[in-house]
Nanobody
Framework: QVQLVESGGGLVQAGGSLRLSCAASGRTFSSYAMGWFRQAPGKERESVAAINWSGGSTYYADSVKGRFTISRDNAKNTVYLQMNSLKPEDTAVYYC??????????????????WGQGTQVTVSS
């Protein structure tokens, strides 16, 4: 069983920064791509960013490109999401998830088999 635990959320003013962390249990973390998703109230969960097993390839939603950076430390079984220049529309619960490795696109939620409990990010204007 894999457990994913997010941390680092909070309240920040527009233009500020936060770094989210997602710590994974298990010895196979480095074998899997990982993704970050977010869900705002009343909206569907949407993809934010993803990273392949080695960290050599990253993917971003257009809405966060240039502001967010995904990275990972396989020695620490942790994936990060550095969020800069935050906007009120970035307010959401952020989730990390493990990519099973097959599906149509990194944005496809059905690719992901394990999910964390989420961490709240609130950006005030």
């Amino acid at each position: 069983q894999v457990q994913l635990v997010e941390s680092g959320g909070g309240l920040v003013q527009a233009g500020g920064s936060l770094r989210l962390s997602c710590a994974a249990s298990g010895r196979t973390f480095s074998s899997y791509a990982m993704g970050w998703f977010r869900q705002a109230p009343g909206k569907e969960r949407e993809s934010v960013a993803a990273i392949n097993w080695s960290g050599g390839s990253t993917y971003y939603a257009d809405s966060v490109k240039g502001r967010f950076t995904i990275s990972r430390d396989n020695a620490k079984n942790t994936v990060y999401l550095q969020m800069n220049s935050l906007k009120p529309e970035d307010t959401a619960v952020y989730y990390c998830a493990r990519d099973r490795g097959y599906g149509s696109s990194w944005t496809d939620k059905s690719r992901y088999d394990y999910w964390g409990q989420g961490t709240q990010v609130t950006v005030s204007s």
